[in-house]
């Protein structure tokens, strides 16, 4: 196999894969042998037709999408450990024209698969910013109560103080998240997205445009959320999981919980970190 790697400005890695010929031509040949076993033509029992008989009736897009299924995975983590990279999304694969190894001329395959790693962020002053804000809450007045700080507020101060590049790809990926997501809901209310686009005032493009600023949002918020907990070495119980199933309102809820355990753990974590960030 031979890879290369190109990282963009905007933090996408690119990485180019060649699957040998060889290695093809084995993947195809595999999936040929399974076909002929499986075809049933007339005039002979199922699996006792001649090869050539058999493949003159395949269809040969299927068999390619077959082995791209079966060596793309395999060669691209591959590529990931040869080069030192921890994805943190599914890559985006763009596949070349691919030739038949059945012609002549075996070609190699290749196809470019795009990815990101988690990206560095610096919190930078953000535990100063909130002190100074939540110091105002703790000051009592005799004969007032005092005021609690808006969770809007804390959230505000602690984007303020944050740097941070996120990849382009990253970040047009959870906009893609955010209007499948709409889109689920528009079906649910008996809505086409014209419909929903009408009475919002709202058109694709201002649409993809708006999600695009809540995706950067969330993502920052989610790595700073992240970074903090690590720091400051915030973690989860398994008590603390159990409780959580435990308080589930009914036994599907607590049945999907239970399937779900790494994502529960994620989601107490970040709520203890914010947390965290109200007693500065």
């Known amino acids: 196999m031979i890879s290369a790697t190109q990282r963009q400005e905007n933090g996408t890695i690119s ?17 040929v042998e399974n076909a002929v076993k499986d075809a049933e033509l007339p005039g002979f029992r199922k699996g006792m037709a001649p090869k050539h008989l058999v493949e003159e009736k395949l269809d040969k897009t299927k068999i390619k999408e077959d082995v791209l299924k079966k060596l793309l995975p395999q060669y691209y983590i591959e590529a ?3 080069n030192n990279i921890n994805p943190i999304l599914n890559p985006k694969i763009h596949v070349e024209k691919l030739e038949d190894p059945t012609s002549d001329k075996i070609q190699d395959w290749k196809f470019t698969a795009l990815t990101c790693e988690t990206p560095k962020i610096e ?21 007032k109560e005092s005021q609690e700080v808006k969770f809007e507020d804390i959230v505000k101060a602690l984007m303020d103080s944050i740097k941070v590049d996120i990849p382009e790809i990253l970040l047009e990926s959870e906009v893609d998240r955010l209007l499948a997501q709409t889109l689920d809901e528009i079906k649910r209310l008996g809505l086409t997205l014209d419909q929903y686009l009408q009475s ?8 993809r445009e708006e999600y695009r600023t809540r995706a950067r949002n969330d993502i920052i918020l989610e790595l700073a959320l992240q970074k903090i907990a690590k720091d400051e070495k915030i973690t989860v119980e398994r008590k603390e999981i159990e409780e959580a199933i435990q308080k ?24 203890k970190t914010l947390d965290f960030l109200k007693s500065l």
């Open 80 to 82: 990931v450990k040869e």
């Open 15 to 31: 990485l180019t894969i060649t699957i040998p010929s060889g290695d093809v031509k084995k993947a195809w040949d595999e999936m």
């Open 200 to 207: 919002s005032g709202k058109t694709p493009e201002s649409l």
């Open 123 to 143: 919190l930078n002053n953000y535990k100063d910013k909130i002190k100074s804000l939540t110091a105002k809450a703790k000051i009592v007045v005799p004969g």
């Open 248 to 271: 589930a309102k009914d036994p599907n809820e607590r049945k999907n919980l239970e399937n779900n355990r790494y994502l529960l753990a994620n989601i107490i974590r970040q709520q």
